[in-house]
């Protein structure tokens, strides 16, 4: 989800996967394989894209936390039941949060 919003950006900037790469300081692999979802981009990288792209840095956490979730579940017979679980998990955290 991530890598292909990342490429959509990329090529609506007019920019190479290599200039993408000079800016976050890696190599040219790196980019194609996060475009081609052989590889997650690292959490540090976030904050450089979204201000690279002009894009807000929490929609880009959204994916990369999406990509990660579905990353583990991959394959994984009851993943959308512990999907479901996790959520409510969630929601009960931020509920009591709230008190």
């Known amino acids: 989800m991530l890598g292909e919003k990342l490429r959509r950006f990329r090529e609506a900037n007019g920019?190479?996967?290599r200039q993408v790469a000079a800016k976050l300081d890696v190599?040219?692999?790196?980019?194609s394989k996060i475009e081609s979802d052989?590889?997650?981009v690292s959490r540090v990288h976030l904050k450089s894209l979204a201000k690279l792209f002009n894009t807000s840095e929490s929609e880009l956490a959204t994916l990369w936390l999406a990509d990660?979730?579905?990353d583990v579940a991959r394959?994984?017979?009851?993943?959308?039941?512990a999907m479901q679980v996790a959520l409510q998990e969630i929601?009960?955290?931020?509920?009591?949060?709230r008190k």
């Open 15 to 17: 920019l190479l996967q």
């Open 27 to 31: 190599d040219t692999a790196y980019i």
């Open 38 to 40: 052989e590889k997650l």
């Open 68 to 70: 990660k979730l579905c």
């Open 75 to 81: 394959n994984e017979p009851v993943a959308q039941k």
């Open 91 to 97: 929601n009960r955290i931020e509920i009591s949060k």
